[in-house]
């Protein structure tokens, strides 16, 4: 029998954030953690997501946290090296400390016109340069219709799959972050209820069933504290944005996330 997956709670600063306001972040939010139980935090990974020009000095403020906390970066280009002007390389990436890259969120594929092809040549190439592909996939219309959701998330998770299959899918981990376009943003997250029967069948794909590499699923789209509890029976953890950029109430969702 498989062991069971580790919860996974991190966030995104997108970019709302100055150099100084991620610092001040940053140091705020290791003031908050070091007043949780380690014990309970050691339960947790957690990850914090910051600009490409802070992902550095994020990483070194986060090597005094009490527990490990990893730092990402909000996306990647599908090369190595090459003549990509204004792109970042992935092994820049992993040499920077990064452990967890964000590939395919909403904003990318509707506003930079991203699809699933650049998403999973994303994915493969942060999986290839050893971090972990956070692959962001959801359903662009609310209509409530679990079975045309899982339809729309399946084929984005199937593309992501293919491309990390071919660079090795022995040990890769991969996370898919479920955000439902329509709930990114907005005020209140999905029924928790459309969210597990959605999860339930992301995780039934055969794509995601028969790989051997792990595969987690968070939710994301509005995500925040009091929401874990009615979801923790299906999902692996959290993928915070604005909600998260509030150090106490971050703190506060991963307690909620280890606890549950």
């Given amino acids: 029998m498989a062991p069971p997956r580790r919860r996974l709670v991190g966030l995104s600063t997108k970019m709302y954030f100055s150099l100084s306001k991620t610092r001040d972040f940053t140091s705020a939010f290791l003031e908050e953690l070091k007043g ?38 909000q996306d990647t280009h599908w090369e190595d090296a090459g003549a990509f002007t204004g792109e970042v390389s992935p092994c820049v990436l992993r040499e920077a400390g ?35 592909p956070l692959v962001c996939i959801g359903e ?24 990390v299959r071919e660079v090795d899918d022995d040990g890769v981990e991969v996370v898919l972050a479920y955000e439902p376009v ?10 928790h209820e459309h969210v597990l029967a959605v999860v339930e069948g992301i995780r039934n794909l055969a ?12 939710y994301g ?19 915070l944005g604005r909600f998260g950029h509030d150090p106490k109430q971050f703190v506060k969702t991963i307690l909620e996330v280890a606890e549950a």
Wanted: glycine fraction near 14%.
């Fill in 36 to 73: 949780a139980d380690p014990r309970l935090l050691s339960s947790v990974d957690i990850f914090v997501i910051p600009d490409f020009l802070t992902i550095t000095s994020t990483a070194a403020q986060l090597e005094s946290a009490p527990v490990p906390v990893w730092v990402g970066a």
């Fill in 98 to 132: 990064v452990r967890i890259v964000e590939v395919g969120h909403a904003e990318r594929r509707r506003i930079f016109g991203e699809d699933d092809a650049v998403t999973a040549r994303k994915a493969a190439a942060v999986a290839r340069n050893g971090m972990v």
């Fill in 140 to 163: 662009r219309t609310r209509g409530g219709d679990v079975s045309v959701a899982i339809d729309e998330c399946g084929a984005q998770v199937d593309a992501v799959m293919a491309g």
């Fill in 182 to 191: 329509w709930a990114i943003g907005a005020s209140e997250p999905a029924g």
């Fill in 207 to 218: 794509s995601v069933r028969n790989r051997r590499g792990s595969t987690r699923v968070v």
């Fill in 221 to 239: 789209g509005s995500a925040g504290p009091g929401l874990y509890g009615k979801l923790s029976g299906g999902l692996d953890g959290l993928f």
